[in-house]
């Protein structure tokens, strides 16, 4: 666990192997972006402003999905769109440089193995992308979508909420997109200021006929990844991208799928419940332990996994045995998930209530530049709040 | 050609012809103007052209030298003070692209306007910022023409917009500059940039109809570096003339690695467009020396071939340099000393931009909405509540 946290802090630049994809001449470009994340360069060993916010802390290896392969976070999103253009033929793939393997490197690979014709590189276009996306969906292909960051899907806004999402009703079930599955680098990253780190989840988060999804580490990622793709409506799948290379485990090599619209309780606890998802799990896992450790609280952790349509279930039962919510995003407060999780779970456990429910999220700023760690929700922040809950 | 040839010539003299005797020349031995063959531009629903022989001065080519310089040299201190970690996150170097933004200037007034993307180190110096204040806003401190609030793709200052991140969207914010220049009836005008990868945006398509519709003085701006990203133009684009793709407007396509083309050509599109005929399209063909941005070495899309002949070929200081001493415009000491100059106010820039403290952290809120009394900023954690003024 910690050795991977490690990796990422020392931040060297090997590329961890990943078999049955080759790696072209190409995808240096890609890997070259990533040096973005904080930690990439072997220099930063005396910058100790640049340390993760986290530590990864990666699952356990899953045993019931076959054979296990060690990858990280972009390599599982690598292996379930491999997994997908060979067992669907319809499959395609398309974005700014994906050809390439993306920015990311996300789909490094994949455009030797299954031609140019189905894993292309668009124009820069976002609005176009997922307008056309939304047309290939249609049209009965299983459309796979990459907008570069999550920063830039908004000039694909209106085809997303307005096209995508109410397809279906609209045509009073005649049409769908449920095939289309678009991918976005999501989240905060170290350094990347203003429209290199947004969480947008909460717009999408606001509009029916969408599903939104985040995961936490590589498995959750291919296992999600391939229930997005497989699902029966349009899907946004945000990929934390501090994560890309910090987070590494044991991956199935084979297709498996994590329903969506389960959330996951990582840990059991009895004083607290805390909700997260993304990268923000691993910071309240921390916190977790220091609430173990400092106050003696125990907490029950829980990663929301998907955030339209959120699994209310999960949550109220944890909160009417805990009696108390702790509820964090990077995404600003004002309007951001958390509030409709608080909205909602008040509504449900107004009784069991034995403290406000608690948000700690980013402020209502634009993401800022340097003042990042400021910024950020981290651990000190939610442990303050878990000792004002226990207080209160 | 004209001028390449003796071009030769005259850096053969130099090489012989001892450096005292040079160093001995008076301003008056000096060519104070000569004219040049320029490369033709191609045209595109435009019954005249900009002209092929143009005259330069000596103080103009000094003076274009002197900023080309700076801006290049500004860059490769940015690239330094990346790989050394004290600018951080994304960071868009000009290099190679440096006759553009001198061409530009050179032919518009700096009350005209102008707006461009995230590759903005070059405008924001051209337009009146500081190398001092560019370099500070890199590294992210208090002295930086921002504030230090927006690093290296957010810059701005008079009559200049930004300094933009996301690609396509500044067009239309020029355009809205256009509208009010001609309702101001000031004669002024505003110059939008972008890049060949953002000119497949939907919205400078809708940019286009709107500034035709309403004969908006408008100078459209392509800087064609060949790449948007690792994507060649080929790859991106349907057509690649993107002097045409205005359609209805008239387009240009110029040497963009040529500070004279560029700034006959300005010339040309600000007449046009403040004789009231409307907007104008120039593509300038150009090309980034370096990556896209830091964290691409910019060698797995293109060759270093391709690079190295760009530089060796057409780089547009050489070019310069070279025409200014083959017509005895200059001398090698006086562009020397121009280059000490220039290095100097670099490294004190540096020096400043990496010994300025960064913002207070009050800053981190400030600025969000225009409002009075301040604003409690929400979500602020609990040991700092911080206030947003503006
Ligand atoms: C809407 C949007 N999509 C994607 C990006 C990511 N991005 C930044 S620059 C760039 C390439 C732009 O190329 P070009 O317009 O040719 O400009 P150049 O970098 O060559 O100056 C891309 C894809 C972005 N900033 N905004
Ligand atoms: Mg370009």
Not at chain 2, 106 to 118: G, P, R
Not at chain 2, 244 to 261: Q, T
Request: aromatic residues 10%; glycine residues 8%.
């Amino acid at each position: 666990m910690a050795a991977a946290a490690r990796f990422f802090i020392r931040g060297a630049n090997s590329k961890l192997p990943i078999s049955g994809i080759g790696t072209g001449a190409q995808s240096s470009f890609g890997a070259t972006l990533l040096k973005l994340s904080p930690n990439c360069n072997p220099r930063t060993k005396t910058q100790r402003r640049h340390a993760a916010h986290f530590t990864y802390q990666p699952d356990p290896i899953p045993t019931q999905y076959g054979p296990t392969q060690k990858m990280n976070l972009f390599q599982s999103v690598t292996s379930a769109l491999d997994n997908t253009l060979a067992s669907d033929p319809t499959a395609v793939i398309f974005g700014e440089d994906v050809a390439f393997g993306g920015v990311f490197r996300c789909t490094v690979g994949l455009r030797d193995k299954y031609g140019k014709d189905r894993v292309f590189n668009t124009p820069l276009c976002e609005q176009g992308i997922v307008g056309f996306g939304i047309g290939v969906a249609v049209a009965g292909a299983t459309a796979i979508a990459e907008i570069q960051f999550a920063d830039y899907i908004y000039p694909a806004f209106d085809q997303i909420v307005n096209e995508a999402a109410k397809y279906r009703y609209r045509s009073g079930n005649m049409f769908d997109c449920g095939n289309l599955t678009i991918r976005a680098p999501w989240g905060c990253v170290g350094h990347g200021s203003l429209y290199h780190s947004q969480s947008p989840e909460a717009f999408f988060a606001h509009c029916p006929g969408i599903k939104v999804v985040i995961p936490r580490g590589p498995v959750q990622a291919k296992g999600l990844l391939l229930s997005c793709i497989a699902d029966k409506n349009p899907c946004i799948f945000f990929e934390p991208k501090i994560l890309y290379r910090a987070a590494v485990e044991q991956v199935p090599v084979e297709t498996y799928t994590i329903p969506l619209s389960q959330a996951e309780i990582l840990q059991e606890g009895s004083d607290v419940t805390l909700v997260a998802w993304g990268t923000q799990v691993h910071v309240m896992r921390e916190v977790a332990d220091m609430a173990q450790e400092k106050l003696g609280v125990s907490c029950e952790l829980i990663d929301l996994q998907t955030i339209l349509p959120w699994d209310v279930e999960t949550v109220c039962k944890s909160v009417v045995k805990t009696g108390r919510l702790l509820i964090s995003h990077e995404a600003p407060v004002t309007g951001g998930f958390a509030a409709e999780i608080s909205s909602a779970v008040q509504e449900e456990c107004f009784l069991n209530l034995e403290a406000p429910i608690s948000r700690v999220c980013g402020y209502d700023t634009p993401f800022p530049h340097i003042f990042e760690p400021f910024y950020i929700p981290d651990k000190w922040k939610c442990f303050e709040a878990i000792k004002r809950m226990i207080n209160y | 050609m004209l001028s390449n040839i003796s071009n030769v010539v005259r850096v053969g003299v130099q090489r012989n012809g001892v450096a005292a005797v040079l160093s001995a020349r008076t301003y008056a031995d000096f060519t104070a103007q000569a004219s040049f063959e320029i490369k033709k531009c191609d045209t595109h629903k435009l019954d005249e052209a900009p002209a092929t022989e143009v005259v330069m001065t000596r103080e103009e080519g000094l003076q274009y030298y002197r900023t080309m310089q700076t801006m290049r040299r500004m860059e490769l201190k940015a690239d330094q003070l990346y790989k050394q970690k004290i600018i951080r996150g994304f960071c868009h170097l000009y290099d190679g692209q440096e006759a553009c933004a001198v061409g530009i200037e050179a032919a518009i007034n700096l009350s005209d306007h102008l707006i461009t993307a995230y590759r903005a180190h070059g405008y924001t110096y051209t337009r009146g910022g500081t190398v001092k204040e560019i370099m500070a806003e890199l590294t992210g401190r208090r002295g930086g023409i921002a504030k230090g609030k927006g690093g290296s793709m957010h810059m701005y200052c008079k009559n200049f917009y930004g300094g933009n991140g996301i690609v396509g969207a500044q067009v239309p914010l020029g355009a809205g500059v256009a509208l009010a220049c001609k309702y101001m009836g000031n004669n002024e005008l505003c110059v939008s940039l972008y890049g060949d990868g953002a000119a497949n945006q939907g919205q400078i398509f809708e940019t286009y109809n709107m500034a035709a519709l309403w004969k908006l003085p408008a100078i459209f701006v392509c800087e064609n570096n060949r790449y948007g990203m690792g994507t060649s133009v080929e790859r991106a684009a349907a057509s690649t003339d993107y002097y045409k793709r205005g359609d209805f407007i008239p387009g240009l396509r110029v040497d963009g690695m040529d500070v004279l083309c560029v700034r006959e050509a300005t010339r040309f599109a600000a007449e046009h467009c403040r004789s009231g005929k409307g907007p104008i399209l120039m593509e300038l063909q150009t090309y980034r020396y370096h990556g896209h941005s830091m964290s691409d070495p910019g060698i797995s899309y293109r060759t270093r071939e391709e690079i190295q002949e760009v530089r060796g070929k057409s780089d547009p200081i050489s070019l310069l340099k070279d025409r200014m001493l083959s017509n005895n415009m200059a001398s090698v000491e006086e562009l020397k000393e121009i280059d000490v100059e220039v290095r100097k106010e670099i490294e004190d820039a540096a020096q400043f931009a990496t010994t300025d403290p960064e913002p207070q952290l009050e800053e981190l809120c400030n600025h969000i909405f225009y409002n009075n009394p301040p604003l409690e900023v929400r979500g602020t954690n609990p040991w700092t509540k911080l206030k947003s003024v503006s």
